[in-house]
């Protein structure tokens, strides 16, 4: 009823001042907020706003024959191949010749990558290709 009832000079005298409600972005969280004035002198709400949550990461699963065709479009099966059947890790030489899926995350993936020397970027890279390979087969 304030904002019907009194005018806005009216309404200034006393020290209220009308100002436009926070605006939402959406999946945000209204935490707090304040009144400000803007370079005009106008009183301003200003909101304070929780991120929306990111969903979970989710690695990607791709073939393994997915995977070597990437490893083989970058010029580095050969030397994958060479890295893996000479690993001091039995368990990773069973990976490079059994393991049917690639996941990104996994640690023989990882192992691989650091003999190699890839960034997670590049790793990762390599996974979004070999997902697309997957889809076109």
Known sequence: QVAELWADTELAEIGVYRAAPVVVPEGGVLVSYTF?????????CVGVFEEPPQPPYEPITVSASSAKLVLDDDGIYTQVETICRNHPVNAVRIFWESAKDWVENDPYVAAIGAELGLADEQQHDMFVR????????
Do not use: P, Y
Not at 36 to 44: I, K, L, P, Q, Y
Not at 130 to 137: F, H, I
């Open 36 to 44: 400000e004035r803007d370079r005009t002198g106008a009183v301003v």
């Open 130 to 137: 070999a997902q697309l390979k997957d889809r076109v087969s």
